[in-house]
């Protein structure tokens, strides 16, 4: 009987590990995202009503060069998604030296995505005339929202790039090993899947027929 008891306990679940040995980097990563995807989801869902619910909403978007110019911000994250897919693959391989190459490139291309961003908000806010109290299109929550909802998304990946820039050089010192590589875009890529319901939302929804 405690033969057949000890067999039982060595099979948990029946895969042979604990359900419960989850890794404490990546648990308490997974519950940051979770939290801060329910963050992003009431701001947006909150954006959406007042969009639907406000008839002088403004749409003070061109498709050249307002979309164009988002457009190429969203290739750039995307490209940051494929480069740090390579660093996580680089890492597993072992391969630092290009592990720390992929990093760089993954920062390279969130730094730039954060100076478009920027360049967008001056071009609104010196040309354009919107601040987050007012616009000169028509319900003044638009700036609220508008720079309310891409700020908080900006931070992250401002965040971000400085969080991979930790990672980078501990790698390139030999300390950190996969996992930690793997949290980080975990991270990474949470913040480019905001984006992609920030910028049709905000963008795309936004355009002046």
Do not use: Q
């Not at 480069?83 to 390279?108: E, I, N, Q, Y």
């Not at 820039?165 to 480019?192: M, N, P, Q, T």
């Amino acid at each position: 009987m405690s033969e057949v008891k000890a067999a039982a306990m060595d099979s948990v679940w029946d895969g042979g590990v604990s359900p419960y040995g989850v890794n404490s980097k990546k648990f308490g990563m997974w519950l940051f995202i979770i939290s801060d995807a329910l963050t992003f989801s009431a701001l947006l869902v909150t954006y959406t009503y007042l969009r639907l619910a406000t008839p002088n909403w403004p749409l003070p978007f061109h498709f050249s060069p307002s979309i164009v110019f988002s457009t190429v911000m969203t290739a750039f994250l995307l490209t940051s998604s494929l480069t740090m897919v390579m660093a996580v693959h680089s890492m597993a391989r072992g391969d630092r030296k290009k592990t720390v190459l992929w990093l760089l490139a993954t920062m390279f291309c969130g730094a730039t995505f954060c100076g478009l961003h920027l360049t967008e908000w001056r071009h609104l806010m010196v040309e354009e005339k919107v601040t987050p109290l007012s616009n000169p299109w028509g319900e003044p929550l638009f700036g609220a929202t508008f720079f309310g909802i891409t700020g908080l998304h900006m931070t992250h990946v401002a965040i971000g790039v400085i969080y991979l820039g930790i990672i980078a050089f501990a790698v390139s010192r030999g300390k950190f090993k996969h996992e930690d590589v793997e949290v980080s875009g975990l991270y990474w890529h949470f913040v480019d899947l905001v984006w992609m319901f920030v910028f049709p939302l905000v963008y795309l929804m936004s355009v002046k027929g």
